[in-house]
Structure formats: C-alpha cells, structure tokens
C-alpha cells in the first residue's frame, strides 16, 4: 500500500507518542459542551493546537474513537431493545440509514454521549477540519483508507440523525456536515486508488433538498443547507 510503502521508505517522518497522547489527553480535557465558549471558538482553537504530524494522527484519532465508539453504542441499544421487545435491529456500519428508517423513533442519536467525552461539534468538527486540510500528508502518518471510512460514518450518523433521531439542524449541525463533506473530498482526492462512495452517501447526492438551519440558541431560520449538491460539488471528481 501507498501509505506503507511511503512509511517504510523516504516519506517517513518522525512522530511522538508522548506528545500525541498530551495533545489527545488536552484537547479531552479543556473544550465540549462544559467549555464556556461557543463551539466555532473551540473548533477554531482545537484545530491551532493540532498543528504538524503529531496533530494530525490525534486527528485521525479521534474521528476513529468516535466513530468505533458510535458503533458501539448503536450495537448496545440495539440489543437492549431485542432484550425488551423481541425486536432484531440489524446494526450495518457500512449504512446506517436502513437501521434508523426501521427503528429512528426508539434509538438515541449516539454522538453525543459518547464515554471518550469528544463533542461533536467541537472535538470532531476540528478533527475533521485538520485531517481535510492536510490530506496530502496523511499517507505519511496513517492508512487513510479506514480514516476516509470513518469520515463517512460519522457523516452517514449526522445526516441520519437530522432525518430521523430528532436531532436539531442548527449552525453547528451544519457546520460538522459541511467539514465532513469537505474533508472527505480533500482526502479522496489525495488518494491514489479513492475507495467507491458508501451507499448512504450515494443515496443523498441523489436528492437536491435544502433544510433549513437554525440559530443555536432560538428557533429562527438563519439559512439552509443543500446535503445533495454539496455531495456532489465535493465528491465527485
């Protein structure tokens, strides 16, 4: 593979475990949903400290966590709702929308109680941003294969959350949708041989709605956002 053949050979670059874990362990610690600034700060300052190689593997760190711990999460309420009911809900990490068009109304939209604490938001909406704008770089560092897999996981939950798990479209909502959109782009595009496009995705290009957008703290209208034609300006080459 490209990015171990580059790892192995004169693209390797020098990383620190140690420093990885302090920038993982500080950006945990300080910004979320108890930070007292509003998310667009945090983003904007987590997305500064992760800065160089060691930021970006924490980046790509931190999409992973997130995006195994959702599975999780999912496969759990899914088993405790066959434990109640008698009721199978098939769990697909590849497309969750079947999962939340069967069953929406009984689950709990799972990124926002996640255990590792990363908000949304703030943690994986700056994650996201560093890992799109240094696309270039991520073969020397990380497969970017499974990376760019995650990325539209953690999409396909956003996008079905809206539709289907009651969760509020507001500017921060779309603002992650618009980075993860983006950022998958910039790293298909990096990419020599880009993976085919996960079927949820290739369902909403299809579709040329546009949702209206919510002021964070109230219920007015402040825009749109049109999933379908950003699909497609970013996504297809």
Known sequence: MRWLQRLLGGGRVQLDPERQHALLR?????YGAHAQIRFPEQVQAITGMLNGDDGLV???RILSQVADEAHADLQAQAHEIHRRTGRRL???RRNYRPLWKEAGQALRWPLFTLPCGFHPYAHVAAAVAVVGGQAPRLDRVTDPNPLVT?????LD?????????RVRVDTDAAALADRLISSAGQILAAMGDPP?????IRELMRRNNTLDVHDPTNSRATGGINLGAK?????LA
Request: proline share 9%; net charge neutral.
């Open 150 to 154: 995650r990325v539209f996981e953690v």
């Open 196 to 200: 085919r496009l996960p079927p949820p």
């Open 231 to 235: 699909m497609r300006e970013h996504l």
């Open 157 to 165: 939950l956003t996008t079905a959350g809206w539709e289907y798990g």
């Open 58 to 60: 924490v980046a790509a």
């Open 26 to 30: 500080d950006v945990q610690y300080r």
């Open 90 to 92: 098939l769990v697909h």
